[in-house]
């Protein structure tokens, strides 16, 4: 695989194609967070997930990153599956991290990546469904609809 500028911006169009596929797995893993967690968390748009996925590749450092790993998850396929189960997760639940930003955001898309994953599944290569449900951690993750992301965090120490 060769990364060059060229090969992220298609990267960034295949992700931004996907919200189809993609926003739907973000509304339904919130509403199933939600549930767990007994709060209510607003849908993402198709329009929200765009925007955000312009923002995630105009930061040029991440975006290459993010056009890695989901050119890799494009692009694995392991016989049988289950031996490239560690592989596709890994990959999965560090695309997901990285889309989300730094910590503590990347920690949560982390763990949501899991939850995400449990219930997709995309036809194709060993890597279809866990690129999806990374690409919905992720970017459920950083986008807003979640209370306790809206407002000052009452941890904030003055200056």
């Known amino acids: 695989m060769e990364l060059t500028p060229s090969v992220v911006a298609a990267e960034r169009e295949w992700v931004n194609e996907r919200a189809p596929t993609v926003v739907p ?6 509403a199933r967070l939600g549930d767990c967690f007994d709060v209510d ?5 198709r329009d ?10 105009a930061d040029g450092d991440r ?7 989901v050119g890799l998850l494009r692009d694995l396929d392991v016989a049988g599956d289950y031996p490239g189960f560690v592989v ?34 995309t036809d194709g290569g060993a890597g279809a469904d866990d690129l999806d449900a990374a690409l919905a951690a992720g970017f459920q993750t950083r986008l807003p609809g979640w209370e306790w992301t809206e407002g000052e965090s009452p941890f904030a120490v003055d200056p």
């Open 63 to 69: 975006a290459v990153n993010v056009a890695g790993y």
């Open 41 to 45: 968390v607003d849908d993402v748009s």
């Open 25 to 30: 797995l973000i509304n339904e893993t919130r």
């Open 88 to 121: 596709d997760e890994v990959l999965g639940r560090e695309l997901a991290a990285t889309v989300a930003g730094g910590q503590p955001l990347a920690l949560l898309a982390q763990a949501t990546f899991h939850f995400a994953d449990v219930t997709t599944h």
């Open 48 to 57: 929200a997930y765009r925007d955000e996925v312009r923002a995630v590749f």
